[in-house]
């Protein structure tokens, strides 16, 4: 939520701007628990109609429920889509060192980390966190600004984290932020850093001790976007440390959760979840489904989570190769190391990651044609045949 454009909390769904009576076909489906539209105003579906929100409220709460909505998009897990609606931010935004600018920033750089654009991501945070520092003149609430600043300070270590960083100068930053700002949301968001920290570390009893406090802080902040991918953390912590059968609990429990919010982006984190537990039961065949049905999910249209369609690419490389399939891997890592415009290239981890495959697949064609010439030349002169 960007503050300085705050909706008024006397209307019925806190952020309409407009009687809802005129609203129509914009109101929320009901029958869609994860209809954006049930936390924010969509905008006219027709190209070039004008909103009511932008006939009734002003440019400002036209800029605040824009936000909004790419905010939902992004918690509905939708980060494609989250960064469409931003654009709509741009025209609104009067100047480069005002607190609008800011606002676009980070309603733009959650979905950038998602959509597999950390580089852009992280120019987003920095120059939203430059923004917010010099502009103390714009109105806005302590809180929001708090927040605010939070929000881009995290996700700029989001940034390095994707792409396997460890303990970087951001860490401390954020640390020290939440420290002398403990709100409810700035910690709930830390917990999950934390408890992603230990997953990538191997350290299953700090996980487990940090998931219990993120679920009991994420019921007071209600953000069970938040949640969800801690879920996927822990079950993650839980396989590496050799407990297959919770990571599978807890990923049919992201699966379920994530159909019932209609949460595409973690419906796909679920079945990555799910198919690496199964390959590490040796179900081999189920997983490779559900690292099929991970992968086509994360590049719908509306999701672009080109970060975990390339970890279902390569944990399903790696099963090929188990398979004995080492054409079908190396044609998997080289769809993981493909990038079409704006989406970067690899990360570091994930270009290490296809390296060790390629690696492993030269040994598995160099190991074939030893084989293959040792059973053509026949058994060495003056061996012992046996009947």
């Not at 992603?196 to 009893?205: D, E, H, M, V």
């Not at 802080?217 to 050799?242: D, I, N, T, Y």
Request: aromatic share 8%; glycine share 8%.
């Amino acid at each position: 939520a960007l503050p300085w454009a705050r909706a008024p909390r006397r209307h019925p769904h806190r952020f309409a701007l407009w009687d809802p009576g005129d609203a129509g076909p914009f109101l929320p489906d009901p029958t869609r628990p994860g209809d954006p539209r049930q936390f924010a105003v969509l905008r006219p579906a027709r190209r070039g109609a004008k909103p009511p929100l932008r006939r009734g409220a002003g440019g400002h709460h036209a800029f605040a429920a824009t936000a909004y909505l790419s905010n939902c998009y992004t918690y509905a897990g939708r980060p494609a889509r989250a960064l469409a609606e931003a654009e709509a931010l741009r025209p609104l935004v009067y100047s480069k060192r005002r607190l609008p600018r800011a606002g676009y920033l980070i309603a733009r750089a959650p979905a950038l980390v998602f959509t597999q654009r950390l580089h852009a991501s992280a120019a987003a945070c920095e120059e939203a966190l430059s923004v917010l520092e010099q502009d103390q003149r714009t109105p806005v609430a302590e809180v929001d600004r708090v927040n605010a600043t939070g929000g881009a300070l995290v996700t700029r270590l989001w940034a390095d984290l994707a792409r396997g960083y460890g303990r970087c100068p951001w860490w401390q930053r954020v640390e020290d932020y939440v420290e002398h700002h403990p709100t409810t949301l700035l910690e709930t968001w830390f917990l999950e850093l934390g408890l992603f920290a230990a997953y990538r570390k191997g350290c299953l009893p700090t996980a487990r001790v940090l998931w219990q406090k993120l679920v009991d802080e994420a019921k007071l902040s209600e953000v069970f976007f938040v949640q969800g991918k801690g879920r996927v953390w822990f079950g993650m912590a839980c396989l590496e440390a050799g407990h297959t059968g919770e990571a599978l609990d807890m990923a049919d429990e992201i699966i379920g959760l994530a159909r019932e919010h209609d949460n595409p982006m973690l419906h796909a984190m679920g079945l990555l979840l799910w198919g690496m537990a199964l390959y590490a039961w040796e179900h081999l065949g189920d997983a490779v489904h559900a690292l099929e049905q991970a992968a086509a999910l994360a590049v719908q249209e509306d999701v672009g989570a080109h970060g975990v369609y390339r970890d279902a690419l390569l944990v399903h490389a790696a099963l090929a190769l188990d398979l004995g399939h080492p054409v079908e891997a190396q044609d998997l890592v080289e769809r993981v190391e493909q990038a079409t415009t704006p989406v970067e290239p690899p990360h570091e981890l994930h270009c290490l990651r296809a390296l060790r495959i390629q690696g492993q697949i030269a040994l598995a064609e160099r190991a074939g044609e030893f084989s293959a010439e040792t059973s053509s030349e026949g058994p060495p002169v003056g061996s012992a045949q046996r009947p």
